[in-house]
């Protein structure tokens, strides 16, 4: 009975975690962010996904959705560069003053003229 219990419940565990698994959707691998003038910016997604685990990171900013950056700031709920600064550049220069692997600083590395 009790062994019955255990197994029932292993198994539902087992099948819980294999639905939320699949239910993730990790959205595209490698990404291409608009940033007017400045040219895009190549963004590897699943990369960042890697290697800071943690999505909120970044979508506590901006929904997991495929242009939201650009969708906020036309709203005016973001600002222009604030993604980039509050986000990007901040956590590269925080992780390099760590000596940590971290992405790049400078704007030619980031923007492709
Ligand atoms: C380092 C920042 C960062 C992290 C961490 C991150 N994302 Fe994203 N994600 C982005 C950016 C940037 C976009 C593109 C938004 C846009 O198009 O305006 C995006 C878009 C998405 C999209 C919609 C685009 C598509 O291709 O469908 C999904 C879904 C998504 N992310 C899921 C996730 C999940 C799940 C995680 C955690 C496992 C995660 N993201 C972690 C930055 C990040
Ligand atoms: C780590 C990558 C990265 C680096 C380094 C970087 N940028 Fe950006 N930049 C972005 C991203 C992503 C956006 C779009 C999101 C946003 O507006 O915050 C952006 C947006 C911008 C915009 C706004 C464009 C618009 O029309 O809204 C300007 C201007 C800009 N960057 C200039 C610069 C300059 C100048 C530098 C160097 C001092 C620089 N960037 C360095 C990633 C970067
Ligand atoms: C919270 C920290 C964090 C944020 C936010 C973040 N990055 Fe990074 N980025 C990293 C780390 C860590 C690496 C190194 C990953 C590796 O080596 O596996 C990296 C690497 C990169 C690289 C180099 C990838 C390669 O090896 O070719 C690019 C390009 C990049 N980031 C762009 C961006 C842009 C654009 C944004 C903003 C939309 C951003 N990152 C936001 C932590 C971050």
Redesign the pocket.
């Known amino acids: 009975m009790r062994s019955g219990m255990i197994l029932f419940i292993s198994v539902a565990m087992v099948w819980i975690a294999g639905l939320s698994l699949a239910e993730t959707n990790n959205g595209a691998k490698e990404m291409v962010?608009p940033s007017g003038n400045q040219g895009d910016?190549?963004?590897?997604h699943h990369?960042?996904q890697?290697?800071?685990k943690d999505c909120m990171?970044?979508h506590d900013l901006f929904p997991q959705q495929a242009g939201s950056i650009q969708d906020l700031k036309q709203k005016g709920t973001l600002a222009q560069k604030q993604?980039?600064n509050k986000?990007?550049v901040?956590?590269?220069k925080a992780?390099k003053d760590a000596g940590?692997?971290?992405?790049?600083v400078t704007c030619t590395?980031?923007h492709a003229k």
């Open positions: 962010i910016v190549r963004f590897p990369q960042h890697e290697a800071l990171l970044c993604v980039m986000l990007c901040k956590c590269h992780r940590e692997k971290s992405g790049p590395q980031c």
